[in-house]
């Protein structure tokens, strides 16, 4: 019953036949507020070698609960959507569509799935391999990028290259599946001129106003966070790109 308190406040969708009792439906077909404004799928690392901890769902969740203190619907912690753990457990910490805490200022748009281990030294394990191909052919319509894509970071680490993605998609392509979309414009999306930037934020800022206009979409809690979106990006607009420019990390242009 809370939990489908917390779905209707919040805007979550369950699917067709879900019990809340036991718990029984397919978290993967669960549909956040922002699942219609997701366009990548991104890929991170948790930077911990598998040597050093071979089971790190405990480690990340309880990280990011002291960074970032933001409970998800799902009751966890985790700031991204899934963790393939070392031995390829999949753990759901956000639902598809619900904001994550994994790419600073991409955390609405981005499906965000971590690999446990650090690959600026080691390799996924196949099992991880396995599950990650696997979860990245259920949504075929999302353009697969790195969070490297987003960021002036490593991370997914440097071992992994779009060519090693593009390999082991093909290696497990489930059979009759479709090709799917990889990232392979500019490695640094952050790097761009910052009037396309501000531009970015213009377009995000006309998003998330439609978004807290839509009634049958968002609750009341949620319509308050957004507003706090939209007056950051409003403080962003008031900025000239030369004055973006300047303040180099940003964090008034970030959400």
């Known amino acids: 019953m809370i939990l489908l308190i917390l779905a209707v406040l919040f805007g979550f969708v369950f699917p067709v036949g879900a019990s809340t009792k036991n718990q029984s439906f397919d978290i993967s077909n669960m549909r956040g507020p922002f699942a219609k404004y997701i366009v990548?799928?991104?890929?991170?690392?948790?930077?911990?070698?598998?040597?050093?901890?071979?089971?790190?769902?405990e480690s990340v969740n309880n990280?990011?609960?002291s960074r970032f203190n933001e409970l998800s619907f799902l009751g966890k912690w985790g700031g991204?959507?899934?963790?393939?753990?070392?031995?390829?457990?999949?753990?759901?910490?956000?639902?598809?569509?619900?904001?994550?805490?994994a790419q600073l200022a991409y955390?609405?748009?981005?499906?965000?799935?971590?690999?446990?281990?650090n690959f600026d030294i080691d390799m996924p394990k196949p099992p991880q391999i396995r599950a990650l191909v696997s979860l990245l052919y259920n949504y075929p319509d999302l353009i697969i990028a790195f969070h490297r894509d987003f960021a002036d970071r490593k991370c997914p680490g440097e071992n992994l290259s779009k060519n090693w993605l593009a390999r082991i998609l093909k290696t497990y392509k489930p059979k009759d599946a479709h090709p799917l979309k990889i990232y392979m414009g500019n490695p640094n999306l952050k790097a761009q001129d910052y009037t396309l930037i501000a531009?970015?934020?213009?377009q995000d800022r006309e998003?998330?106003?439609?978004?807290?206009?839509?009634?049958?979409?968002?609750?009341?809690?949620?319509?308050?966070?957004?507003k706090k979106i939209i007056d950051r990006l409003d403080g962003c607009q008031?900025?000239?790109?030369?004055?973006l420019k300047r303040h180099k990390k940003k964090k008034a242009c970030h959400i």
């Not at 990548?40 to 769902?57: C, D, F, G, K, P």
């Not at 390829?88 to 805490?101: L, Q, S």
Request: net charge positive; aromatic share 12%.
């Open 199 to 202: 531009s970015e934020h213009q």
């Open 207 to 226: 998003k998330y106003l439609e978004l807290s206009n839509d009634n049958s979409q968002i609750g009341k809690f949620e319509k308050a966070k957004l």
């Open 80 to 101: 991204y959507n899934i963790l393939i753990d070392v031995d390829g457990t999949v753990t759901w910490f956000r639902v598809y569509g619900e904001k994550t805490a």
């Open 238 to 243: 008031r900025r000239s790109p030369l004055k």
């Open 63 to 65: 990280f990011h609960h």
């Open 107 to 117: 955390n609405f748009s981005v499906f965000s799935i971590c690999l446990a281990g």
């Open 40 to 57: 990548y799928v991104a890929i991170h690392h948790t930077e911990i070698r598998a040597s050093n901890n071979s089971h790190q769902l």
